[in-house]
């Protein structure tokens, strides 16, 4: 899914742009559970005080404190939503 310049809300309940819906499965995903953003060269992902924690290569990040991320980094959000970084943002 490509990550808009803006950046974009992860979680499992919908937002007005309906970024967050295709999470609505992962009962372990909070309804709003981290931010991932583009910032020049890397993208940084801020977990937002989520119940299950977000991961950055298999390390949980502290919660409300952006954690920069490469691409080619592993991100996981609680236990079952894994993906890597690819690329930079999508503009339009």
């Not at 309804?31 to 910032?39: F, K, N």
Request: glycine content about 10%; overall charge negative; some cysteine.
């Amino acid at each position: 899914m490509p990550v808009p310049a803006a950046g974009i809300d992860l979680g499992r309940e919908a937002g007005p742009d309906d970024v967050r819906a295709f999470l609505s499965g992962h009962d372990n995903v909070s309804r709003l559970h981290a931010h991932l953003a583009w910032c020049a060269t890397h993208f940084t992902v801020t977990d937002l005080g989520s119940t299950n924690g977000t991961f950055v290569d298999g390390r949980r990040i502290d919660p409300h404190r952006p954690e920069t991320v490469h691409p080619g980094q592993r991100v996981r959000l609680a236990a079952d939503v894994d993906f890597e970084l690819v690329g930079g943002p999508t503009c339009s």
